[in-house]
């Protein structure tokens, strides 16, 4: 073996060893940022996650996963403004994602629920935007994979709330804004049933579920689907947010 080989196989050597160690070194920040956010440590898991992007950069599920901390960190931080900032930030890493995997039903819907969050931190016309791209997003989620379920629950309550506007509020933002697309408290409730088939274990797919019933006068239904959803064990962060105001409009029902 000549020196100019013995060189380049030591520098090899060394360069796999370098790249091994950072993988490993991913790998461990990964598995520390979800044991953090399964235990709903969302500061934590944040943190975690960029940490993993300053090893990785450019990994798509990484971004996503940024973007989902920074979205959640709504329920920790007490001020508007933060909120409104973090949601900024969120879209920048969800767009980063999907331009880096437009095909990742995940990464899309990801999107939409960032688009969710900065309507409600805009004027009235960001409002309507913000709301058609939502649908938009949470289309292109159930087209990529029909059997997402939380692409379901985002249209359905897409469809719950916008129906909910009522005629002259429709009309107004039609007269002055172009309108939104056609919306329905039916289609939310279809919507909303298929997202429980393929996730019966979700929390909020049976609650929210039930609010569209309500919508359509359909009581029955309602308080079966808010008692199922209340007896399912809380295992997600917003699991016991949305059992706390699904127990107010249960109470609220007669008999």
Known sequence: ???????????????????????????????????????????????????????????????????????????????????????????????????????????????????????VYSDTRGKIEYSRKVREAALQAIVLDPNYDWAHHVLGRWHYEVASLGSTKRFFVRLIYGGLPEASKEEAVRQLEKAVALAPQRVPHHLELAFAYLALDREGEARASFERGLALPSVELYDESAKMRAREALAGLKG
Do not use: H
């Open 1 to 119: 073996m000549t020196l100019r080989t013995m060189l380049w196989t030591a520098l090899f050597s060394v360069l796999a060893g370098v790249v091994s160690a950072q993988v490993a070194g991913v790998t461990e920040v990964l598995a520390r940022a979800r044991a953090a956010e399964a235990r709903f440590e969302v500061a934590a898991a944040l943190e975690l996650y960029r940490e993993a992007d300053r090893l990785q950069p450019d990994d798509a599920v990484i971004l996503q996963k940024i973007a989902q901390q920074l979205s959640d960190l709504g329920l920790v931080v007490t001020s508007d403004a933060e909120r409104k900032a973090q949601a900024e930030q969120a879209l920048v890493y969800a767009e980063r994602a999907v331009k880096l995997a437009p095909d990742n039903a995940v990464n899309v819907l990801s999107l939409a629920i960032c688009y969710g969050k900065m309507g």
